[in-house]
């Protein structure tokens, strides 16, 4: 681990001041991803800039029925909050499916947005990698891509943002709060804040250099069944292969999102209107699946486990 030098700030406007303030500074929370990027000298933060005493830990009611969720509300008080169990209860169940309960006491709601995708040659210090060094070539498009995307890809890098709670807040229609250093505040859909890789993989979402993540609102709720099935290798600690999260009604109309298939979760209009249909609506959302010899299984995966959501909802399943 390289020297790095610290401080602690006590408001998230204090915080992106700070950022505009040392070039190369990051902001730290629960240290769940940084920590290890950072022993893996992925990440060299020349300065980092301690953002858990900001007071940004609290979740509260809006004014239009809705939820702020802090930044620094960390993944365990988020899932285990008598209002999101029973009015979110999608966003809940994705928080469980992830991770593990350590690093769920740990992990924040804005350190869960910004976590880092977890493709191993991104890991993997000896080998190319445009997200680490851009312009030196993605060796995951003709290498070892089991895990990786199939939409919203491109030549340059087919990794997945690895994340559970983004998929549920997807299909939720949340917007992401921040603040600048100069005080001006801003709003960005969920939609829009994963970015997609194109020739810049290493810009990995819409925030500026030195925004600093508020909160996060959810809308109203949504009524109907809040489902969430999660298709990995192993039961737990592991990351999706396929992740489906959906609200639907007992017909199985609604709206779903996938994970584990794009640098975002990715939600199609057209597919959402197909439902009940699953195996329809699960063509829609994976047409112009661009896939590897390894991962061209997804596009099936994706339809069957959105099936068994939609029979879920339908009460089909014992």
């Not at 809705?66 to 966003?91: C, E, F, H, Q, W």
């Not at 890789?197 to 925030?207: M, Y």
């Not at 809308?219 to 969430?228: I, M, Q, R």
């Not at 959501?309 to 014992?318: D, F, L, N, Q």
Request: charged content about 20%; glycine content about 10%.
């Amino acid at each position: 681990m390289r020297p790095f030098t610290y401080e602690r700030v006590g408001t998230a406007l204090e915080a992106a001041e700070a950022a505009a303030r040392r070039p190369g500074a990051t902001f730290i929370a629960g240290g769940t991803n940084l920590l290890d990027l950072m022993k893996l000298e992925i990440e060299a933060p020349l300065h980092l800039i301690d953002v858990t005493r900001t007071g940004l830990g609290v979740i509260a009611e809006t004014d239009e029925g809705g939820l702020r969720i802090g930044a620094m509300v960390s993944n365990t008080a988020l899932a285990s909050d008598p209002r999101i169990k029973r009015d979110y209860a999608l966003l809940a169940r994705a928080i469980v499916a992830g991770a593990s309960g350590q690093l769920r006491n740990k992990a924040t709601t804005a350190g869960n947005l910004l976590q880092r995708t977890r493709c191993s040659y991104f890991y993997d210090t000896d080998q190319p990698c445009n997200k680490r060094r851009p312009g030196s070539g993605c060796p995951a498009v003709g290498g070892v891509s089991r895990q990786l995307g199939i939409l919203g890809v491109s030549e340059h890098c087919i990794a997945t943002y690895p994340g559970d709670m983004a998929v549920a807040l997807r299909v939720l229609d949340a917007v992401v709060e921040t603040v600048r250093a100069d005080g001006t505040l801003r709003t960005i859909p969920i939609a829009d804040f994963h970015r997609l890789w194109g020739d810049t993989p290493h810009i990995e979402t819409a925030l500026e250099p030195g925004e600093v993540i508020t909160a996060v609102v959810l809308p109203a709720p949504l009524g109907g069944a809040h489902l969430y099935h999660k298709v990995r290798d192993r039961r737990s600690y592991a990351f999706a292969l396929v992740s489906v999260a959906a609200v639907l009604d007992g017909e199985g109309c609604g709206r779903f999102a996938v994970g584990g298939v794009a640098p975002r979760p990715w939600r199609v209009a057209e597919a959402d209107a197909a439902l009940p249909d699953a195996a329809e609506a699960a063509r829609l959302l994976t047409q112009g699946a661009r896939t590897t010899a390894q991962n061209a299984f997804k596009v099936e995966l994706v339809a069957r486990t959105l099936a068994g959501v939609v029979a879920e909802a339908k009460g089909e399943v014992a």
